[in-house]
């Protein structure tokens, strides 16, 4: 029996299950198909259907054997549930998909979100925070896109802002329809607009703005950048009260970005600081702390880059922080002590846009396989020699006007050769009954002119011949990439005909002109391709239109153009199948910059400060290391119950430790919660005189990923180089019922530090065991047990008045 599930456009097959198929892959991954169940798409697949009719989610036996944690494979199969999910609906760009996945598989499901230390390593967050807000790769941004907007749209999904119904409605918002697509911000700024105003009651499509900086998406990423650094705000009371200046109720103790690592000016360290920047890609930030400098006037470059915005918060003990934008040549003097972040944000309107004329030109004259019957150059649509052509084009080769005359046998003559990608038919369609043949392709066209020169009509030409554009039928095959150039249009499947695939040389193409006649024209070769290149192109020579035996024009090289087509649909424009509209649509004359083409750019907006000498600032001081890792050499290590990490520290001048936070994978078993204890240098490793074993709660079944201890002012104090240990564990355990037995474990990121192995060392470190119920501990491990490598902690450090010490300097493991 065949159940179709649910309707257009969301279809899914025969199966009213999710099957997991289990195989070796050679790698440790998992993922979904769509094709498996959109075989027959726009119809529903049957039971006859091949490879299946079922919906499947490929898992690898590797995955498995590398993590036998059963919650962390559930948390791989809600990944890919998404995906399922976002499948029924249609295709949206990566960024969108994966974001939305990995806002699925965690705050969706009311658990803690993916970290940032998770997967791909990296070595520098400013980096990752300033990068462009659709990167994807590895070199851009280690492959952080997941987790960054995975947040963004927890952030989005508060009930004071779009909700958890309108923000899935904003990343499922997909299409069926290849030319319709949507990328970037376009869905952002449609649903962003209903902030605070609820489910509209009718559908009105927008045009993105390509000016101005306050656009929907620009206001949201600013204020979620804001949000994010209010994280970092100790006291509850202290932060914003505006909704959106806060970060879901459940994540505002834990922030998910490494507050120690925005560059930071400590008050007491000088008495101003100037044009300080960063460089900043499209979408990304720059966040930047000021600490607690008395009467500070902060100001915006007069040159500052307008299309950088800055927003700063002030943070002051007793009283909610104030959140203020300035622009360029703008400044704000504030009273009393206070801490400041200084958020910047890339929003430049045009910053996901291309315009088409500005890219590089497809079609050229070479001499580069031109071969007889070619004599001397031909026009060429590639890219270099040897190389594949660029993918995503959509441009045109035109003659110059034409008059054409009414004569026996017009037609037009050239000779010409292909390298594309190649043929191929799996009884895809492109619109009902016309099925797709190839993706890229080169068809003839004929524009016509009127009096005033004027194009009022283009009609796809057929080669002269039986054998017409060659592979597939001609009436019933078309070529899928130039169905962005037909976007919105009537049309039939001749529109989308083409060559495709490899010619045998070079051949004579003819093309009859019949029924064009007294009409002034131009005729246009347009090249088309997909995401992906796959040939050196196509070349055309010898170009001759004639008529009654004589010749109406002969092709000069010099008298040829080409042009850039744009792709881009009309704000509501409906898909063909899918009946899904086009909601927001680009500025005309623009394109999206699906390839990332601008993703280099960058911008900055200079700001300087100054404040009081008579400052109550303190002195201040970060101790630990920040996470880092390689991109593709990550380590971790497991706690067990009783066992405790340790890494010496040394007081920088007399003072106490302010706040540590401690940064974890989310995967555990059998733990409730992680533990901080400061501890003797020495056996038996005792508490430090006035320290207490802190705890940080660890609720379900994965890990918070990071775990914030406050002390602030609760602490011991240290005199200048003074050394303690900083020493995380297990601070409890909780069983369940599908921990199988499992050994219970707390997940650590480890990253290199040099200093790890070097006896009396700032960053020396060991594994010690505390026996349950007790304060002291035993050493279980010599230096070093991780060969270089020490736990991800950092501390807030803070000068406290001249009185007694905590504590004695001794040489840290001074053991036999």
């Known amino acids: ?310 927003k700063v918060m002030a943070v002051s003990a007793g009283a909610k922080a104030t959140v203020i934008e300035l622009a360029p040549g703008e400044s704000i003097a504030f009273e009393g002590s206070k801490e400041y972040y200084i958020v910047q944000v890339n929003v430049d309107p045009e910053g996901e846009f291309i315009v088409p004329r500005s890219g590089p030109e497809l079609w050229k004259l070479s001499a580069h396989g031109c071969e007889l019957p070619c004599k001397g150059k031909a026009w060429w649509a590639g890219s270099a020699p040897g190389r594949e052509y660029a993918p995503n084009q959509l441009q045109g080769l035109q003659t110059p006007l034409i008059a054409l005359p009414d004569a026996e046998g017009l037609e037009i003559r050239f000779n010409a050769q292909w390298d594309m990608e190649s043929e191929y038919f799996d009884g895809s369609e492109l619109k009902a009954g016309c099925y797709a043949k190839g993706w890229d392709g080169v068809q003839v066209r004929l524009l016509s002119y009127d009096a005033d020169g004027k194009e009022v009509s283009a009609s796809v030409l057929t080669p002269s011949g039986p054998g017409g554009y060659g592979f597939g039928p001609q009436d019933s095959t078309g070529i899928v990439a130039f169905q962005p150039l037909y976007s919105g249009m009537s049309t039939k499947c001749g529109d989308y005909g083409g060559w495709t695939g490899r010619s045998e040389g070079w051949s004579e193409q003819r093309f009859s002109l019949r029924g064009f006649a007294n009409q002034t024209v131009r005729i246009e070769w347009v090249f088309a391709s997909d995401s992906s290149g796959a040939g050196e192109g196509f070349w055309v020579d010898g170009v001759e239109v004639r008529g009654g035996g004589a010749a109406v024009f002969e092709g000069r090289e010099d008298e040829f153009r080409s042009k850039i087509y744009t792709s881009a649909p009309k704000p509501g424009d409906v898909g063909a199948q899918d009946g899904v509209p086009v909601v927001a649509a680009l500025p005309a004359g623009y394109e999206a910059d699906r390839e990332l083409r601008r993703a280099s750019e960058t911008r900055s907006a200079p700001w300087s400060a100054m404040w009081e000498p008579e400052s109550e600032g303190k002195r201040r001081a970060y101790l630990g290391w920040s996470y880092a890792a390689p991109v593709n050499r990550r380590k971790s290590s497991r706690l067990h119950p009783g066992q405790e990490a340790c890494v010496l520290q040394r007081a920088p001048f007399r003072g106490s430790l302010r706040v540590a936070t401690l940064f974890t994978l989310l995967d555990k078993i059998g733990v409730n919660a992680s533990s901080l204890a400061l501890r003797e240098t020495q056996p038996p490793f005792a508490l430090v005189k006035g320290a207490e074993l802190l705890i940080s709660s660890s609720p379900g079944v994965r890990d918070p990923g990071m775990h914030r201890f406050v002390l602030d002012g609760a602490g011991p104090v240290f005199a200048e180089g003074d050394e303690f240990l900083m020493c995380v564990g297990v601070g409890g355990e909780k069983h369940l019922p599908a921990d199988d037995g499992f050994q219970p474990f707390l997940h650590l990121p480890i990253r290199a530090v040099p200093t790890a192995g070097e006896r009396g060392a700032v960053g020396a470190t060991a594994m010690i065991f505390r026996p349950q119920g007790s304060d002291e501990a035993v050493l279980t491990t010599e230096l070093d047990p991780w060969e270089g490598h020490s736990i991800v902690l950092r501390s807030d450090f803070m000068e406290a008045p001249a009185e007694g010490s905590a504590s004695s300097t001794s040489a840290f493991l001074a053991f036999p």
């Not at 059963?70 to 809600?78: D, G, K, W």
């Not at 206001?219 to 509850?236: D, F, G, K, S």
């Open 1 to 310: 029996e065949c159940k179709i599930m649910g309707s257009m456009p969301f279809m899914y097959t025969c199966s009213n299950r999710i099957n997991i198929l289990v195989q070796e892959c050679g790698r440790a991954n998992a993922w979904v198909i769509p094709s498996d169940f959109l075989r027959r798409y726009p119809d529903p697949t049957t039971k006859d259907d091949s490879p299946n009719q079922d919906i499947v989610f490929y898992m690898c036996h590797e995955i498995l054997d590398r993590d036998p944690n059963p919650y962390a494979a559930a948390n791989t199969f809600a990944h890919e549930l998404a995906h399922v999910i976002q499948g029924g609906f249609g295709y949206s760009f990566n960024t969108m998909s994966e974001g939305g996945a990995t806002w699925l598989e965690g705050p969706l499901l009311n658990l803690p979100p993916r970290p940032m230390v998770y997967a791909w390593g990296f070595s520098d967050w400013n980096r990752i925070l300033g990068a462009h807000i659709y990167a994807n790769t590895k070199p851009l941004n280690s492959r952080k896109f997941y987790q960054i907007h995975g947040m963004f749209l927890s952030y989005l999904s508060q009930p004071d802002l779009l909700g958890d119904r309108a923000t899935s409605a904003l990343q499922n918002y997909q299409t069926f329809d290849s030319s319709h697509r949507p990328f970037g911000r376009s869905s952002f700024d449609y649903f962003l607009q209903h902030i605070g105003t609820g489910r509209p009651e009718e559908f009105l499509p927008i045009t993105m703005e390509a000016s101005g900086t306050k656009y929907a998406f620009a206001e949201a990423l600013l204020n979620y950048r804001v949000a994010m650094a209010a994280q970092c705000i100790l006291e509850a009371s202290a932060r914003p009260e505006e909704p959106e200046y806060q970060m879901p109720e459940s994540m505002r103790e834990r922030p998910y970005w490494d507050c120690s690592s925005f560059p930071v000016f400590w008050s007491a360290d000088a008495l101003n600081v100037s044009n300080v920047a960063a460089d900043i890609h499209y979408g990304g930030a720059a966040v930047f702390r000021l600490a607690a400098p008395r009467d500070a006037t902060i100001s915006i470059d007069r040159g500052a880059d307008p299309l950088v915005r800055t």
